[in-house]
Each structure stands twice: as structure tokens, then as C-alpha cells.
């Protein structure tokens, strides 16, 4: 009778260490953000290329400034997302942008250095987080978090899906996959590698994969990649990275 309770009371107390190390989706959005680089993003300038074009973030208190440097026949472009909207000059002379580009020009700054960012992005206030389960790539177990977006703040892609895969020990992001609607739709699946520290803040490129079936679920997409069954589309790389802390800054 005593080994019987000895037994019951070492069980009720592992079973409670195992409940209390568990963790929400949030603070484990928040462990992931910290490991990346943390309040370093928060004051900020960050440069790089991709694809040829160059990108600069700058954040301070609140404030941002998302920018595109493209190279044409007729000058530099130079567009700036901010806080206060979009702004787009050529050879530093102001340029009028129609209404209906507007949208256009501020997704495509906006998806690169949100990609380029990330995880920085996923505790924005539009951004809904779940935990919806965990799964095993190459070895490696990962939470899944479930991303979603409050159509108010969440840009003109308000209604994308993305699911992340977060390692259990490192907290890094070292999968991702999305739906998009736009342009037909389509699903991208993402596996991270060539990861850097630079000044404190974690920078990876990405093996870009997808899948000709719109009807695939996101939550299928680990397993569809590990049986080898994703196409590789492109290479997510950022070159060129610097990046400028506050106390760097002139």
C-alpha cells in the first residue's frame, strides 16, 4: 500500500512538472523573438540586397521607415513604407503614386523585410498566434504555431495562412509555409539554412519549395517534405547584411 502510494504521488508530481513547462503560442513567439536578436530590432537600421535591389529598415521608438532602392534607366527609385504611408521619389524628386499602385508597391517593401525580419514581425498587433501542435523534421521537433491577421492591420493580404516551426530547444524558426490568394494563389513551403549573427541579430536564407496542389494543407507540408515531394522553386538569399545599432548611428 505504501510502494501503491509512493507510485501515485511521484506520477501527480510529473505530471505536474510536465504541464508547468509547457508553453503558450505567444511565449513561444516571444522566446523565438528574443533568440533572434530581441529589443535589438526595436532601435535598429538594418541594409541588404535581394535580387539585385537594396533595403533598408530603420526603427526607433515606435517609428519605422521600410525602404526599396531600385536601379533604372531613368534614375534610383526609392520607395519608403512608414507610419505615415508610402513615399516614392526618383533622383531624390517626389513621384505621385496612383491609387491603385499604392497597395501594390507597399506589399512587395513590405514582404521583404517582414521575411528578412522574421520573427520580429509575429507580435505585431494584427497578428493572431495558435499553437496547434508539434511534429519531427530531420530528427528535430518543432512546435507549430499557426499565424492569421486581423483584416485591419494586416495589409491587403489580410486572409494568407502561415504556419511556423518553431525548434523546441533553440527556439528558431527553421521551417515556415504560407497561402497566399493573390496572382491564383499558391503555397510555399520554407526551410531555413545559412544562419548568421550579425551585431546580435539572426539573419537566415531560405530554400524556397512549393506544391502545384492548392488543396494541400499547410499542416501536411513537413511531412510531404521530408518524402521528398515539394518542388524547389528558389533561393531566398540576403546578401550584403549590415546592420547599425542606435549607438552606431550618426
Not at 501515485?8 to 516571444?30: K, L, N, R, W
Request: some cysteine; overall charge negative.
Amino acid at each position: 500500500m505504501q510502494r501503491y502510494f509512493f507510485l501515485v504521488v511521484v506520477f501527480v508530481f510529473c505530471s505536474s512538472s510536465i504541464v508547468s513547462t509547457q508553453f503558450s503560442a505567444q511565449e513561444i513567439v516571444d522566446k523565438a523573438i528574443e533568440t533572434a536578436g530581441g529589443s535589438r530590432y526595436d532601435n535598429a537600421s538594418i541594409h541588404f540586397t535581394f535580387r539585385g535591389k537594396k533595403y533598408r529598415s530603420k526603427r526607433s521608438e515606435g517609428a519605422y521607415a521600410l525602404e526599396r532602392f531600385v536601379d533604372s534607366p531613368k534614375g534610383v527609385m526609392h520607395d519608403v513604407v512608414s507610419n505615415s504611408g508610402l513615399n516614392r521619389t526618383l533622383d531624390n524628386c517626389q513621384i505621385s503614386v496612383a491609387d491603385s499602385l499604392i497597395s501594390k508597391i507597399s506589399d512587395g517593401v513590405n514582404s521583404v523585410h517582414y521575411f528578412a525580419n522574421l520573427p520580429y514581425g509575429l507580435n505585431a498587433p494584427s497578428v493572431h498566434k495558435e499553437l496547434v501542435g508539434e511534429s519531427k523534421i530531420k530528427e528535430a521537433t518543432y512546435y507549430k504555431i499557426k499565424v492569421t491577421f486581423d483584416q485591419e492591420g494586416g495589409g491587403t493580404d489580410f486572409e494568407d495562412e502561415f504556419l511556423y516551426w518553431i525548434h523546441k530547444e533553440n527556439f528558431t524558426i527553421d521551417y515556415l509555409a504560407y497561402k497566399y490568394a493573390v496572382n491564383g494563389g499558391g503555397i510555399r513551403f520554407r526551410e531555413a539554412y545559412n544562419p548568421r549573427i550579425i551585431d546580435g541579430i539572426r539573419f537566415v536564407d531560405y530554400n524556397n519549395y512549393k506544391t502545384d496542389d492548392l488543396e494541400t494543407s499547410l499542416f501536411s507540408l513537413d511531412e510531404l517534405f521530408e518524402s521528398r515531394k515539394l518542388k524547389l522553386l528558389s533561393k531566398i538569399e540576403l546578401k550584403d547584411i549590415h546592420v547599425y545599432l542606435e549607438r552606431d548611428c550618426c
